[in-house]
């Protein structure tokens, strides 16, 4: 893998000291311009994903696409470690609309330690930009307010976000090491079952500078702040046009 052009695919020119400014700089470089996405999954036929760092390189470096959580935060591990640091992959459980949670290894993130733990993930979407402590401290940017939470009597801490004035889980995650071979079997799972959210809708965001592009199978929402304005897709301007124009991705 190439540590300069991976830098430079997120607009980095060179490597900083393994520090927390420039893991900052590292996890917001990577939203700013690594979309998220699952269009491998939605083609057809679906392009099957594979751990495999080389394949994963060349994917998101090389070819200038995105992925979802096991790919993008698969890959910037290797990029992290390659910076200096010591991070770890650790398995999350994401929160449905139902209100239950998903399995073990239903997403993939990161904790990278330095003076404390951080939590880092540069794979779930709309989602915070900088690395949090597990403190409870509260962060804020852009995306909105952030705050990571133990859970009482559980080796589990929450990911919470505030919705209306209320902290709402966004996923609950255990600091276990993982190995990232752990994740395939839900990583086939996530590409493969009818009852995943990957293969019932297209995907594609990109945090901005002001807010976030979204694509859906209708048009593009652009946010900036709290406004969002919808462009849906035309003759003229078909999804095939916004990929590249918006995402810098040619399928």
Not at 11 to 28: A, D, K, M, V, Y
Not at 93 to 101: C, D, L, Q, W
Request: hydrophobic letters at 35%; aromatic letters at 12%.
């Amino acid at each position: 893998m190439n540590i300069n052009a991976y830098l430079s695919r997120i607009g980095i020119q060179s490597i900083g000291s393994p520090n927390l400014p420039f893991l900052t700089r590292l996890q917001e470089d990577h939203v700013l311009h690594v979309p998220f996405e699952n269009l491998d999954i939605m083609a057809d036929p679906p392009v099957p994903i594979q751990l495999s760092i080389p394949a994963l390189y060349k994917k998101v470096v090389e070819n200038g696409r995105g992925g979802f959580c096991y790919e993008l935060n698969g890959l910037f591990h290797e990029l992290l470690q390659a910076c200096g640091y010591q991070v770890s992959y650790i398995s999350a459980r994401v929160k449905n609309e139902e209100g239950s949670f998903g399995p073990p290894f239903d997403h993939l993130a990161l904790l990278v330690y330095l003076d404390q733990p951080y939590l880092v993930d540069v794979g779930f979407g709309d989602h915070y930009r900088s690395p949090l402590p597990l403190t409870g401290v509260v962060h804020e940017d852009i995306s909105g307010c952030y705050r990571i939470m133990k859970l009482e009597g559980s080796k589990e801490y929450e990911l919470q976000k505030q919705k209306n004035g209320e902290w709402a889980t966004q996923y609950r995650f255990s600091v276990e090491p993982c190995s990232w071979e752990s994740f395939n079997s839900m990583c086939d799972y996530k590409q493969t079952s009818p009852h995943s959210k990957f293969t019932q809708k297209r995907i594609c965001t990109m945090a901005t500078h002001e807010g976030r592009i979204t694509l859906s199978d209708k048009g593009i929402t652009i946010t900036k702040g709290k406004e969002k304005t919808e462009y849906p897709f035309t003759s003229e301007q078909p999804l095939e046009w916004a990929l590249p124009y918006y995402f810098g991705i040619a399928l």
